[in-house]
């Protein structure tokens, strides 16, 4: 049977790696959706915006196109057919890409590119509300959290492996800035998808996220 599992849960929970490990071992697609709004926020970012609720956001967007696209085991994100992948890592699509996710005209570009993959299963995402909003009627819905501590730990190695440093206290308040604003928007917050799977990341190894998941999805048919 070819599912369709949704792992949602706030920043530095674990959800990007280890979705991409339960695609892996139950041979899936794992789609990144964040990616997807990270590549919109680099073209507002390229044509000189960075106000995300500005007239100026929605209008840099118009006539964009973007796409997965998978090579083997990777998603590559393409804008107008160009593979961005690396780019819309930067910490300036970084600190646009959460205000510019709650637009809901964003949200509506979005939301049939995101859908279109699983229309066979077999498909692994992760965000904030795949499975709330996005796949609501999703085979396993995964809600990955853990100490905000620890996830701004998490996140600090993730920043200095791309170069950047910053002191743990300062990821922490970005950490936890980011939860409240996620929380309590008022369009797709973050939220417990209905009939979702929570899973506490504090203290786990990714193997050890990936084990317990793959086990549940193999326990309904995967």
Same mark, same amino acid.
């Given at each position: 049977?070819?599912?369709?599992?949704?792992?949602?849960?706030?920043?530095?929970?674990?959800?990007?790696?280890?979705?991409?490990?339960?695609? @892996?071992?139950?041979?899936?697609?794992?789609?990144?959706?964040?990616?997807?709004?990270?590549?919109?926020?680099?073209?507002?970012? &390229?044509?000189? /915006?960075?106000?995300? %609720?500005?007239?100026?956001? +929605?209008?840099?967007?118009?006539?964009?196109?973007?796409?997965?696209?998978?090579?083997?085991?990777?998603? #590559?994100? *393409? *804008?107008?057919?160009?593979?961005?992948? =690396?780019?819309?890592?930067?910490?300036? /699509?970084?600190?646009?890409?959460?205000?510019?996710?709650?637009?809901?005209?964003?949200?509506?570009?979005?939301?049939?590119? #995101?859908?279109?993959?699983? #229309?066979?299963?077999?498909?692994?995402?992760?965000?904030?509300?795949?499975?709330? /909003? /996005? %796949?609501?009627?999703?085979?396993?819905?995964?809600?990955?959290?853990?100490?905000?501590?620890? @996830?701004?730990?998490?996140?600090? *190695?993730?920043? $200095?492996?791309? =170069?950047?440093?910053?002191? *743990?206290?300062?990821? +922490? #308040?970005?950490?936890?800035? $980011?939860? $409240?604003?996620?929380?309590? &928007?008022?369009?797709?917050?973050?939220? %417990?998808?209905?009939?979702?799977?929570?899973?506490?990341?504090?203290?786990?190894?990714?193997?050890?996220?990936?084990?317990?998941?793959?086990?549940?999805? $193999?326990?309904?048919?995967?």
């Amino acid at each position: 049977m070819n599912l369709i599992i949704t792992i949602d849960g706030p920043a530095g929970a674990g959800k990007t790696t280890t979705a991409r490990g339960v695609a @892996r071992e139950l041979e899936y697609r794992y789609l990144d959706t964040g990616a997807l709004y990270r590549a919109l926020a680099l073209a507002v970012l &390229r044509a000189g /915006v960075t106000d995300a %609720f500005s007239p100026e956001a +929605l209008k840099a967007i118009e006539g964009h196109n973007v796409a997965p696209r998978w090579k083997d085991d990777d998603m #590559q994100v *393409l *804008l107008d057919g160009v593979d961005v992948s =690396g780019e819309i890592r930067s910490p300036e /699509v970084t600190a646009l890409v959460s205000p510019l996710s709650a637009v809901p005209e964003v949200r509506d570009v979005l939301l049939e590119i #995101q859908r279109e993959p699983g #229309q066979d299963g077999a498909l692994v995402l992760d965000g904030r509300d795949t499975g709330s /909003v /996005v %796949f609501p009627d999703a085979d396993l819905k995964i809600y990955l959290n853990a100490d905000s501590r620890e @996830r701004a730990g998490r996140r600090r *190695l993730e920043l $200095r492996r791309a =170069g950047i440093e910053k002191g *743990l206290d300062d990821v +922490l #308040q970005e950490i936890e800035e $980011r939860d $409240r604003r996620d929380s309590s &928007r008022p369009l797709a917050p973050l939220t %417990f998808p209905d009939g979702g799977v929570e899973i506490d990341t504090t203290g786990l190894t990714i193997e050890e996220q990936i084990t317990r998941i793959v086990a549940l999805a $193999r326990s309904r048919g995967a």
